[in-house]
């Protein structure tokens, strides 16, 4: 769905928010003692993003008959603000990866969560740098771009938009196809 850029950037104010929240309940549950858990669950949670990343795009966006419309509009007008408004996206993801945990291991969840949210912030900020920035070769979004682009306009290919590591694991990586050069 269309969305105002109020909401399409929302979640890189609530993000942050909700990481600094997670964090100051972790060190109230542990302390300082809980900075070695945290950081590493925040690792492990941004990490798994990318794999979630690459399964939602691969299976729900191009296959769930509610989310599949929505990419689609996004296909068809790659520069128009759409997406889902951050309160639904930043709330799935608590939703989902921290209140299940914290009871049984607060400080896990915390970082779990977090890690998550930054994640899927990262993936947001690739993928509207791939759409609406001036990157040019050399620059460290070039290949996140091309990669992009390329699943735009080639069926089945490139779900990753953060990373092109899942892609190569599961075969759906395909390189830009070159121009021919100009005689």
Request: with cysteine.
């Amino acid at each position: 769905m269309r969305i105002g850029k109020f909401l399409y950037f929302g979640d890189f104010v609530v993000i942050p928010i909700a990481v600094l929240l997670l964090a100051a309940a972790a060190y109230v549950a542990g302390g300082l003692a809980a900075v070695p858990e945290f950081g590493l669950s925040l690792l492990f949670g941004a990490g798994l993003w990318t794999l979630v990343e690459y399964l939602v795009h691969r299976y729900a966006y191009h296959h769930a008959p509610i989310l599949t419309p929505l990419h689609d509009a996004h296909h068809q007008a790659p520069l128009a603000f759409v997406g889902v408004p951050s309160f639904l996206s930043s709330g799935l993801i608590l939703a989902v990866c921290y209140l299940p945990l914290r009871g049984a291991t607060p400080v896990f969840a915390g970082g779990f969560a977090s890690g998550m949210m930054l994640g899927y912030a990262a993936y947001m900020f690739v993928h509207h740098a791939t759409h609406h920035f001036n990157i040019q070769p050399g620059d460290w979004l070039y290949e996140a771009r091309l990669r992009h682009m390329t699943h735009h306009y080639r069926e089945g290919v490139n779900y990753g938009v953060s990373t092109g590591f899942w892609d190569r694991v599961f075969g759906t990586l395909a390189a830009r196809r070159e121009r021919a050069a100009d005689a």
